[in-house]
């Protein structure tokens, strides 16, 4: 990349508070309503806000004068940050510790007992290092699917100057649990979610945002799930929850709820299906399920590393068809020991 100066101001330095900036020379991708592509496209930037953007040419005409740095970016593409909606920050200092496992063992016997034990300051180091490798790869926008300590990744979130929606890891029944977290009642996890909603939602300039969260049906009274549904109404947020991971979890929904298929179909029947659910995952569904899921209007995060080494994948193709909204996570580090967005799936 090479910085030219400038008619009007210094060439060098950071883009600090008063500063301006034109980004030249781009293949530039808006992602706006219009889907516009420049091939020799320019961006004029004062502070954080993109103030122009259109062909090189006519930005340095516009707006060189005013530019304390000049950017030749060399026909490198420019685009938006990219949005990873599933991943677990308390897990990013998990690498290698779960691997060639399958699911059960991988929850139970691996990472439950690695997150229980975590302090705060693991899981601020945690999220720290977690958000330096999202940013690595292009993202800037996160979705949390259920970490340790709330307050300290909304620290480090702060800091790393990134946007998320964080969720406590939520559970209050079911097998495996350590024992710190089998003595949690519904009203303990309810509770801490409100005192957490209102200490941090829209922290950081309204970066962050805190949503609720059910780690997984197998670990969630009725209960807990109807009450998280209605608190996420009242508080006008969203839900994450992992969805239909493994054909085991079904068998168990279908064993315990009395319904004839699983996960999807019993939060149908409990009307927990409603346009603010972010369902991770979502690999075992029938096509009735589809549709149930497309009429609530869910969102789908579809993490192709954690199909690929342990879930199977999900009928992405026919979600899409059935106008799901469907995006990409990473999951968290050990489901598949890095946490870029970028390469490995595009
Ligand atoms: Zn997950």
New binding site residues.
């Given amino acids: 990349m090479e910085t030219n100066s400038s008619g009007g101001g210094s060439s060098s330095g950071s883009l600090g508070s008063s500063s301006t900036m034109i980004l030249h020379n781009a293949v530039i991708v808006t992602m706006d309503k219009e889907s516009r592509v420049f091939r020799n496209g320019g961006v004029f930037v004062v502070q954080d806000r993109i103030k122009a953007i259109g062909q090189s040419a006519d930005i340095l005409q516009q707006f060189s004068q005013m530019a304390d740095q000049i950017i030749d970016l060399q026909s490198q593409i420019l685009l938006p940050g990219f949005v990873n909606t ?1 991943v ?1 920050t308390s897990q990013q200092l998990a690498k290698g510790i779960a691997d060639d496992v399958d699911l059960m063992t991988w929850l139970h016997d691996r990472i439950w007992p690695y997150e229980s034990n975590m302090t705060e300051e693991d899981s601020y180091i945690s999220t720290l290092l977690c958000g330096i490798e999202l940013i690595h790869s292009g993202v800037t926008c996160f979705a949390e ?1 259920g970490g340790q300590h709330v307050s300290e990744m909304a620290k480090a979130v702060e800091l790393l100057g990134l946007r998320a929606c964080l969720v406590q890891s939520t559970m209050d029944c079911g097998e495996g649990l350590p024992a710190s977290w089998a003595v949690r009642t519904t009203d303990d996890c309810i509770q801490s979610q409100k005192e957490l909603y209102a200490k941090h939602h829209h922290a950081a300039d309204g970066r962050i945002r805190i949503w609720f969260g059910i780690r997984q049906i197998m670990n969630a009274t009725d209960r807990l799930l109807l009450e998280t549904r209605d608190m996420a109404r009242e508080f006008k947020t969203g839900i994450h929850m ?1 969805v239909a991971e493994i054909p085991y979890e079904n068998q168990v929904v279908m064993d315990t709820r009395k319904v004839d298929h699983g996960t999807v179909t019993f939060l149908d029947k409990i009307e927990f299906l409603q346009n603010n659910l972010l369902s ?1 995952h979502t690999v075992w569904v029938n096509h009735t399920e589809i549709g149930l899921l497309s009429r609530a209007g869910v969102k789908v995060s579809h993490c192709p590393a954690s199909a690929m080494r342990m879930l199977g994948f999900a009928p992405i193709k026919e979600m899409l068809h059935a106008d799901i909204c469907v995006s990409l996570g990473t ?2 580090a050990p489901s598949n020991n890095r946490m870029s967005i970028g390469p490995f799936y595009f």
């Fill in positions: 599933h677990h699917a992992h991770a999951d968290g």
